[in-house]
């Protein structure tokens, strides 16, 4: 590894942490500069190309509007239970050591963090990144906190699929008569 590198490999933990607070600060920032300066929520909609747009969504759910929050306690177990996930996450990162996988799980924590934020603070978790080509939306209404969790859950995959150590078990010498003999 390149030697101004090296501390992502020396102090892994704070790499994914970085990442973490990286996504979440830019998450946050992006909601910020959307909601106040652009007025978003009062405008509805800020077209920037015809396949993208900002539109101000509400989301009361999760992805694809799954576990739709309805009332406060429902809410407030939905925050429960990212944040659980957020949790396992982090231990999961905290016991990673490789840094092809410390940044994805970073991508996943931060852009849970900025969610849970939203939720907890609004009710809801602001979504505004709108791609569609004519009618067709190949996603929901988005935000740059999903965008950073389904990268890094996507990531995360490919590497488990495509980067798994093949374990080659070592093939016995015949001429060593203990590499020969059974094991017990």
């Known amino acids: 590894m390149n030697p101004r590198f090296a501390y992502l490999t020396r102090y892994p933990a704070r790499t994914g942490f970085a990442i973490a607070a990286l996504t979440f600060g830019l998450d946050q920032v992006v909601k ?24 101000f969504t509400q989301n009361f759910g999760v992805s694809l509007g799954l576990l739709n929050a309805g009332s406060d ?7 429960a239970l990212t944040a659980l996930i957020a949790l396992a996450v982090m231990v999961w990162m905290l016991r990673e050591r490789q840094v092809g996988d410390i940044v994805p799980l970073g991508m996943v924590l ?7 934020r939203d939720r907890a ?19 929901l209404v988005f935000n740059l906190a999903d965008a950073a969790i389904t990268i890094g859950v996507l990531i995360i995959l490919a ?26």
Do not use: C, M
């Open 121 to 139: 603070d609004l009710g809801y978790v602001i979504d505004y990144a709108d791609l569609h080509f004519g009618e067709f939306r190949p996603f």
């Open 73 to 79: 306690g429902q809410r407030w177990l939905l925050i």
């Open 32 to 55: 910020w500069l959307l909601l106040g300066p652009l007025h978003l929520q009062a405008i509805g909609q800020i077209i920037i190309a015809p396949i993208f747009a900002f539109t």
């Open 159 to 184: 590497r488990s699929f495509l980067s798994r150590e093949k374990r080659i078990r070592p093939i016995p010498d015949k001429a060593d008569p203990a590499s020969s003999a059974p094991e017990s």
């Open 110 to 116: 931060g852009g849970a963090l900025g969610n849970i």
